[in-house]
């Protein structure tokens, strides 16, 4: 956390400052494509993203630990006691976990609702145990917790120009927009994790199962309904996107350079996935870096542009590469959407 960040979002108190600190750190490291958008943020509102990013990364550590010697139990166990630091950090502005007291400075000074970082917990907690979803249904109860939460959390950061309850909804949907983005994208990690976030309805209406997904991931051979299934899931995402895209133009003109920057970058890893075939169960897609940084510049002179009180370019909102769109619903047209991003 740069001083002048520190300084303009007024945060004084030593102890804060390195709570801040941490979090930035968490999200540089983790998170290089959202940092690098948050950079966009008016420079007092970065400290607020950092923290909720931080805290988010933290927990999301403790569940996907791959250290064979932690145990479920073990991790269940730091989760909760987690959740309880959370729990005295929101009512008493205070706590011994860097993480913790920068996430309560923040839902303080933004007045943020409690209940969405008890929503986020809830699905931390069901990752420890649930490793499949049976239908998309069930996928979307379950990114409520783990990515609609987090738009909501962002709003009253980002500020809106029109009633918050208004844009929620479509800030909600981008959360989960992206996180069905890095679903795709991380689909043999995951299943390297004992998880499978591609729900099991989408899958066999390909013929794919749990089954073949680990013969392809463990024999790095490939198979046409994967391929299938896995366009299926992109189809779907674009959905969501086209779901989040309205309420860009909701967003205080200051933050929306940052958000539509996330919203090229998180959608470019559909178009990095299909460049490279459908393979994501043998190697992770990478947005080139060439394209992010033509993104990113981009999204400096809408930020110069919104600061000077001036109509930004437009910029087309959908990440969809050439091919078949989807539906207004969300699902595919035709047959054959916590996280590092890049």
Do not use: K
Request: aromatic share 6%.
């Amino acid at each position: 956390m740069t001083a002048r960040e520190l300084d303009a979002a007024r945060i004084t108190e030593p102890a804060l400052r390195a709570a801040y600190a941490q979090c930035r750190r968490l999200n540089a490291r983790h998170g290089r494509t959202y940092f690098l958008a948050t950079r966009l943020l008016p420079v007092e509102r970065r400290p607020a993203v950092h923290a909720l990013y931080g805290f988010a990364r933290w927990a999301d550590d403790i569940v996907d630990s791959l250290d064979a010697d932690v145990p479920v139990h073990r991790r269940a166990a730091d989760l909760a006691g987690l959740q309880e630091r959370l729990r005295r950090g929101l009512r008493d502005g205070r706590s011994t976990e860097p993480v913790v007291l920068a996430l309560a400075d923040t839902a303080r000074r933004y007045a943020i609702d409690h209940r969405h970082f008890d929503d986020f917990m809830a699905s931390m907690r069901s990752d420890l145990e649930v490793t499949d979803y049976p239908t998309y249904a069930d996928l979307r109860a379950y990114m409520h917790g783990s990515a609609a939460v987090i738009g909501l959390q962002m709003l009253p950061i980002l500020g809106t120009v029109v009633p918050r309850e208004e844009a929620a909804p479509h800030a909600a949907a981008l959360g989960v927009a992206f996180q069905l983005s890095n679903f795709l994208r991380d689909a043999g990690e995951d299943l390297d994790r004992g998880r499978v976030y591609l729900p099991a309805d989408l899958l066999s209406a390909h013929g794919v199962d749990r089954e073949l997904l680990h013969w392809s991931r463990s024999t790095g051979r490939r198979d046409p309904r994967i391929r299938a299934a896995l366009e299926a899931f992109a189809h779907l995402t674009r959905g969501v996107y086209r779901e989040a895209a309205p309420g860009i133009a909701m967003l205080d003109p200051v933050s929306r350079p940052c958000i539509r920057t996330a919203f090229v970058l998180y959608g470019g890893i559909l178009d990095a996935v299909a460049a490279d075939g459908y393979t994501v169960l043998h190697r992770r897609a990478v947005v080139p870096r060439r394209r992010r940084a033509a993104v990113a510049a981009h999204g400096l002179v809408r930020l110069l542009a919104a600061r000077a009180g001036r109509r930004p370019v437009p910029l087309s909102p959908t990440p969809a590469p050439a091919g078949r769109r989807p539906t207004a619903s969300g699902t595919a047209a035709a047959a054959p959407l916590h996280e590092e991003v890049v």
